[in-house]
């Protein structure tokens, strides 16, 4: 990529509302972050099993200000010197996106700043060069979080071609609806992670789907239904169902589906680095199948830490950065876009 020459550290502002978290954290030269505060409205939302998109702007609202002030806080940063406003303007759910949305663009006018918009997918990728700083494109990677499963091929910042995605569920979505049908209430994702370190994830049997025609693309209603069949079938039976079994099991099955399609492309495409990014990518048994199976094939691989998995705003402090020295500035008519796609504009 043909970028500007920085000699200058450049600082960024990164501000994420794009479902429910409000976050807000600065960044040093895209890789380096001075403070990454998370406002998190699980506790809010689990009480109706799942993010309630009202509630979710109306909390954003509430908190936007606070978490931004925190973070340059903590970054000792003041406004004037930040060299640019980052924001998550999609996907997500529109309410919650135009609050981040708005907030940047008063900050940028306000301060005469760059605003530069990101997108929330790029953001989870980027996440992998905060804790890696020898990483750099051109690398594959599968994304995995509560609203999508990408198999991506970065080909260099800010540079994507999508190799495949879920024809139905996301991953985070099949493990969220699992949880809830087992009794282990939202967000499933960890408490099926947890729960499965005490199960036998060889004690059922559910499908890895394969989608007809296309090596690369995932399915996951297949198998939600199949742990929904088996749940009920016991019911039936008058058989009490073995809550660590099935959580172990399904893990195991959605795991293996995902390494399996991945492995396939990186493969087939001489890739020799691999990074996850999103929410599901900090599960312990991803992420273990992942490791063992890179290390096997010699294929560097890549993750950020959890915190940086699940939505933060140093992900998209550090997309922006890269966006910030390509030249990429939003006007003060950018919108939400709830279905951006990933590379649109
Ligand atoms: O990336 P993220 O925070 O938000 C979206 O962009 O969607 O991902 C949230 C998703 C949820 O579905 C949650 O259940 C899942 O990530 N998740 C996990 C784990 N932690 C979060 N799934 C499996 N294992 C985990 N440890
Ligand atoms: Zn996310």
Known sequence: MEVQKVTEDIYILGIESSCDETAAAVIKNGREVLSNVISSQIDLHTLYGGVVPEIASRKHIEKINQVVEAALEEAGKSLEEIDGI??????????????????????????????????????????????????????????VSGGHTHLVVVKDYGEYEILGCTRDDAAGEAFDKVARAIGL????????????????????????????NSRYDFSFSGLK????????????????????????????????VLVEHALIAVEEFG?????????????????KAFEEACKKRNIEFYCPSPVFCTDNAAMIGAAGYYEYIKGTRSGYDLNAVPNLKLGER
């Open 185 to 212: 209430g939202y967000p499933g994702g960890p408490k099926i992670d947890k729960v499965s370190k005490e199960g036998n994830p060889d004690a059922i049997h559910f499908p890895r789907a394969k989608v007809e």
């Open 86 to 143: 980052a924001v998550t303007y999609g996907p997500g759910l529109v309410g919650a996106l135009l609050v981040g949305v708005s907030f940047a663009k008063a900050l940028a006018f306000a301060l005469n700043k760059p605003l530069v918009g990101v997108h929330h997918i790029e953001g989870h990728i980027s996440a992998n060069f905060i804790e890696h700083k020898d990483l750099e494109p051109p690398f594959a990677c599968l994304v």
């Open 225 to 256: 239904s199949s742990v929904l069949n088996y749940i009920n079938s016991c019911e039936m039976k008058g058989e009490a169902v073995n809550v660590p079994d099935v959580a172990a099991s399904f893990q195991k099955a959605v795991v293996d």
């Open 271 to 287: 890739f020799h680095k691999f990074a996850l990014a999103g929410g599901v990518a900090s599960n312990s048994s991803l992420r």
